[in-house]
Structure formats: C-alpha cells, structure tokens
C-alpha cells in the first residue's frame, strides 16, 4: 500500500516573539525538525507527545496552513507546495484538519443546516437544493446526529461540545476527504463521551478508507486506538512503529517516561505514577540529543551528538545512542529497566 501523505524530513522555525530587541541574534524556534512520517489509506497513525513538544505545528503543517522551511510533503506521491489559491483549495478539501475546541470553529451565528449546506456547496457538483438538504441529512446520520431534523435548526451553543465535535467531522466528511488531521479531538470533551467520537473516527476511517493522523497527549489512547505510533518530543520524532511495540516495547526513554508518567485509571484521572518534569524550550533547544538534560541514561556523546534512526525491526525506529551498535551503548542499555 503506497501512503496518501507523507512528510519528508520537515522541518518548521519560527522566529521567536518577544525578547530584547538588543539581542544580536535571531531567535528561533525549532518547532518541527526533521519529521518524516506516512500516512496510509484505512489507517490510523496517533502523533503522541506532551504539550509543546510540535505536534500542532506538524499536523499544521501537513494541512499547509503554512510553508514548511524545509523538507516536503507529497500527496499521492507528488510534492505539494501551495499555500494558497486554487492548487491549496483542492489540498485542503482532501487533507482535512479537525481542531481540538469545535466551538472556535464555527460560526456562532450560523445554524447547524446553514455550516454543512455551505460546506456542501463547496465540495459538490450538485448544487440543487433538493441535494444539499439531503446530502446535510446523510452527513448527520454519519456521524450518528440522529434523526437529522433535530439538529439542523440548532446553532452551536445549543449542543454539547461532543455533538459539535461530531457536527465537524460531518462537515469535513462533506469534502469526501483521503486524509484527516485529527489535534487531540477529545481532548476538550467530557472523559465519558471521548471513546464514542473516538470510536466515530475509527469507523469512518476504516468504512471510507480515509487515514488519520490523530495527535494527542494520551499514549494510553493511541495503543487502543491507532495502528502506529510517532512518540514527539522537543520537535523530533524519537520512536516510531507499530503501536503494540511501541506502547508494549518502548525503547527510548522518554517513551517509557510517558507511559510511565499516563495517569493510573485505578488512582483517577489526575493520579500520576511518575512526575514527568518539564519538556524544554524550543527556542535553543538542547544541543545533542534533546532528551539528554532529562535522562537517566545519557552517554557522553549525548550532550554533543544527534542520535541517528536506529532500526529495531518489524518497521519500529528510535533515535538513541542506546542502539548503537558498540559496547558503551551495550553496558548502558543492560543498566536500564526495560
Ligand atoms: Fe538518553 Fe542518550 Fe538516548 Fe538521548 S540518546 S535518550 S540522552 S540515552
Ligand atoms: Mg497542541
């Protein structure tokens, strides 16, 4: 199976806000450095890092909010590059972005018929009445708004944040899209309603072979619910694989941190087994690798030296110096507890 989306080595700096104007040099973020990923057709792959780690700002990127400083993303193997105009329209009705907080994203004055039929109007041929109203009923019960009548009239402050949530993901299937770009989509909704969107999404992907890319904070939903996993951290991709080796086998530390830091759902949502302490700037981030000021493990090349891609096979990848091949990496890696 060939991958709809791919990014190739991205990388994304912004100039740094802020700060005195006496500096003589530019700050920059590092937001995205070096990400490669694919995205398959019926597949999900969960994006999983703490907050400020990149992950909005790569899923961002694949949508093309805006341009990439380097690397590439191809669609259906072709580079893509547009930001704007019509070559970006046709991009953006395919590659489809679901925001974490439905209701920043909708017009508050429009009623829920008013959004999908627009939406409608934009991605179908058809442009009779008769079809938009139908097509807006079909959406809805896509998404199981059910019956559609009920909810057309309302406008957004009438449903809960978990209907809106639906009421978006109906308007971006409006565009029959190949890939959704899904930013923590439970993440502002209730605990007890985030396995039904969830569940939503996984349906719809598989149904209409569409591939998400679902990012998020929780490594403990990305193993129940995504077929691979890219662990992020400081703006790099430091594992990735098939979720099952990544969550059941995690080989880079950080990954064990966050897997052992997820809440215990014996102890309650806010019950934490370990502090995870505090992910680094992105602004001069760590020289190195960029986990070496928190790891237990760190070698002395470390502090100075990137860790390349090390293979671990059945297409799961880290990059640590633990799986270099040589005897310090050897004796370090028999001192660790995984
Ligand atoms: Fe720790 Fe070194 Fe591996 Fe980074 S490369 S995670 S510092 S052992
Ligand atoms: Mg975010």
């Not at 104007?21 to 792959?45: C, E, M, N, W």
């Amino acid at each position: 199976v060939e991958p709809v989306l791919e990014g190739v080595d991205l990388t994304k700096h912004f100039a740094a806000r802020g700060g005195s104007p006496f500096r003589r040099h530019k700050r920059v973020v590092h937001a995205v450095d070096g990400v490669s990923l694919k995205l398959y057709p019926g597949y999900i792959t969960a994006l999983v890092g703490e907050s400020g780690s990149g992950k909005s700002t790569l899923a961002r990127l694949l949508a093309q909010l805006y341009p990439v400083t380097g690397g590439e993303i191809r669609y259906r193997g072709q580079a893509v590059k547009a930001t704007r105009g019509k070559a970006f329209r046709a991009y953006a009705s395919k590659v489809q972005l679901i925001l974490q907080d439905p209701f920043g994203s909708f017009n508050p004055v429009a009623s829920i018929l008013r959004t999908l039929q627009r939406a409608v109007r934009i991605h179908h041929a058809d442009r009779s009445r008769a079809h938009q109203r139908a097509t807006v009923d079909d959406l809805l019960r896509q998404v199981s708004l059910v019956p559609p009548e009920q909810f057309t009239e309302k406008f957004p402050h009438e449903l809960s944040g978990g209907q809106l949530q639906r009421v978006s993901i109906a308007r971006a299937l409006a565009a029959s899209p190949d890939v959704f770009l899904a930013d923590e989509p439970v993440s502002s909704l209730d605990v007890s309603i985030r396995l039904g969107i969830l569940n939503l999404l996984k349906k719809l992907t598989e149904e209409r072979d569409v591939a998400l890319l679902y990012v998020t904070h929780d490594i403990a939903s990305a193993r129940y619910f995504a077929a691979e996993t890219a662990v992020m951290y400081a703006g790099e991709l430091i594992e990735q694989g098939p979720s099952e080796e990544v969550t059941q086998h995690a080989a880079h530390p950080y990954t064990q941190l966050l897997i052992a830091s997820a809440p215990d759902p014996s102890r309650g949502e806010s019950a934490r087994v370990k502090d995870i302490g505090q992910p680094p700037s992105l602004i001069n981030p760590p020289a190195g690798c960029r986990f070496h000021p928190r790891c237990p493990y760190a070698m002395q090349r470390c502090q100075t030296e990137a860790p390349p891609r090390f293979d671990l096979g059945d297409s799961h990848t880290t990059r640590c110096w633990l799986y270099a091949d040589d005897e310090e990496a050897e004796t370090r890696r028999s001192q660790t507890s995984f």
